[in-house]
């Protein structure tokens, strides 16, 4: 085994003066930091009593957008797929709607979810979006599943989170075109009335 060899008067090592062996300016120092930011204005938020406002770039819980009295999803089962903790899943049935499909169920293991933004993202109806809610508790592992009827949040809730999700996808949103909803249905029904 090697020997540590310990070199005194070494010329790399600081020399110390009698007043910084004493530490009195680092604790002065300290102790001026301190009571500097005493007299500030305060910056911590006392949680459980004062709620505080995340901006609409947050990715809190996800919900389905109810539009209508009905939800915008059609069941395609993009956020299933791209989901990587599979913590989606879902059953489509068929219905006479312009829109065709709806979910019979869908169900979201909150114990799975990873926050992570992907099903908002592949969703080509905006039906599954981020919500700013941060703040929810679990006692049992059933709880945890969300159903189709607790994930229905009206769209005017969503408004902030809508609203960024355009700008974000497209930065050019209300400045050279507007999109139109409507436009965006497509069902077989229309094509074959139409001929």
Known sequence: MGKIRIVKGDKSERKLSWWHKLYFPVIFKG?????KLMFRKKMTVEYPEERFHLGPEFRGRPVL?????????????????????????MQAAETDDPKERYPLWFEIDMLRCIYCGLCEDVCPEEAIVMSP?????????????????KLLVPKEK?????EFLAKYRNPNYGKNYQFLRSNNIHSLKDYSQQS
């Open 158 to 162: 969503l408004k902030e989170r809508l």
């Open 65 to 89: 957008v109810e539009e209508n009295g009905k939800e915008r999803c059609v069941a395609c089962g993009l956020c299933a797929r791209v989901c990587p903790p599979l913590a989606i899943s």
């Open 133 to 149: 809610e941060y703040d929810f508790v679990f006692t049992s592992r059933a709880e945890a599943i969300m159903t189709k009827e």
């Open 31 to 35: 102790m001026w930091y301190t009571l």
